[in-house]
């Protein structure tokens, strides 16, 4: 008996499935987050520490999603690698990125380093990049699952930002000019601390850089940011206001998503 064909509705669940599903690599945190990894690491044990160490220099929780994302995003990046045991070791990127004088041009090479953001590069080298729906539409031609398009792009955008490849131009990627005397300098230094508010935190110096790196992974303002990645986001700030400022007090803020519900009917 001849095998019937599928019918045509299931071979388009199909395309649709395989259509949800990235082809790409490219990470879920932007390169300040990588950075703050690499650090991270560096602070611990140089150049390698256990993925325990890591969580609790960091005061994050070792099983946390937000953290494995956020250690996952410093790889993508090419900046670490993992080995059994759960230990983490810095590449020479990563080694590169975690010295104040290698700084600013090791960022640049780990922007490229991503697959998704090495190829929107050469795709459009040298021309403005396109507007918010049709740059979505190319992410997923080059791989990218339909449902992750719009985090997709906002983490390359702000990456590149924080990688210095909207120095020279805010409408389109171009590789940082590397000046003599300023390979220590980063991409948010270069600009004058525009984007971090240049503010001196009271005390008559620039804010603190976890700080400011914490600003910098905020979304671009009028941007749909999931109540969930703002959850994310507080409970990233608040490890990193427990490691730079330190109280008697003992407890901790809980942070929660609190549901919506509809308001009592007052007119009984």
């Given at each position: 008996?001849?095998?019937?064909?599928?019918?045509?509705?299931?071979?388009?669940?199909?395309?649709?499935?395989?259509?949800?599903?990235?082809?790409?690599?490219?990470?879920?945190?932007d390169?300040?987050?990588?950075?703050?990894?690499?650090?991270?690491?560096?602070?611990?044990?140089?150049?390698?520490?256990?993925?325990?160490?890591?969580?609790?220099?960091?005061q994050a929780?070792?099983?946390g999603?937000?953290?494995?994302?956020?250690?996952?995003?410093a790889?993508?990046?090419?900046?670490?690698?993992?080995?059994?045991?759960?230990?983490?070791?810095?590449?020479?990127?990563?080694?590169?990125?975690a010295?104040?004088?290698?700084?600013?041009?090791?960022?640049?090479?780990?922007?490229?380093?991503?697959?998704?953001?090495?190829?929107?590069?050469?795709?459009?080298?040298?021309?403005?990049?396109?507007?918010?729906?049709?740059?979505?539409?190319?992410?997923?031609?080059?791989?990218?699952?339909?449902?992750v398009?719009?985090?997709?792009r906002?983490?390359?955008?702000?990456?590149?930002?924080q990688?210095?490849?909207?120095?020279?131009?805010q409408d389109?990627?171009?590789s940082?000019?590397?000046?003599p005397?300023?390979?220590?300098?980063?991409?948010?230094?270069?600009?004058?601390?525009?984007?971090?508010?240049?503010?001196?935190?009271?005390?008559?110096?620039?804010?603190?850089p976890?700080?400011?790196?914490?600003?910098?992974?905020?979304?671009e303002?009028?941007?749909d940011?999931?109540?969930?990645?703002?959850?994310?986001?507080?409970?990233?700030?608040?490890?990193?206001?427990?490691?730079?400022?330190?109280t008697?007090?003992?407890g901790?803020?809980?942070?929660?998503?609190?549901?919506?519900?509809?308001e009592?009917?007052?007119?009984?």
């Amino acid at each position: 008996m001849e095998s019937q064909p599928k019918p045509a509705a299931n071979e388009s669940e199909a395309t649709a499935a395989k259509n949800e599903r990235s082809t790409i690599e490219f990470p879920y945190t932007d390169l300040d987050n990588a950075v703050e990894i690499v650090r991270g690491v560096h602070e611990v044990g140089g150049t390698a520490c256990t993925y325990d160490q890591l969580a609790a220099q960091l005061q994050a929780e070792a099983s946390g999603g937000g953290f494995r994302m956020r250690v996952g995003g410093a790889k993508t990046f090419g900046l670490l690698t993992y080995e059994r045991g759960g230990r983490i070791t810095l590449t020479e990127l990563g080694r590169e990125i975690a010295d104040p004088q290698s700084e600013r041009p090791a960022r640049a090479r780990a922007f490229l380093a991503v697959p998704l953001y090495e190829r929107v590069f050469n795709e459009y080298r040298g021309r403005p990049l396109p507007p918010q729906a049709a740059l979505e539409r190319a992410l997923v031609a080059f791989g990218v699952g339909q449902k992750v398009t719009d985090k997709a792009r906002q983490v390359m955008l702000r990456s590149a930002r924080q990688a210095g490849y909207f120095e020279l131009s805010q409408d389109r990627l171009t590789s940082p000019p590397i000046r003599p005397g300023d390979a220590g300098r980063s991409p948010q230094q270069e600009d004058g601390g525009k984007r971090d508010g240049g503010s001196d935190g009271g005390g008559g110096g620039k804010l603190h850089p976890l700080i400011q790196g914490l600003l910098m992974t905020l979304p671009e303002p009028r941007t749909d940011w999931a109540i969930s990645e703002r959850q994310n986001w507080l409970v990233m700030a608040n490890s990193i206001f427990k490691m730079i400022y330190p109280t008697q007090e003992t407890g901790d803020v809980e942070i929660k998503k609190v549901d919506g519900g509809k308001e009592p009917d007052k007119s009984q």
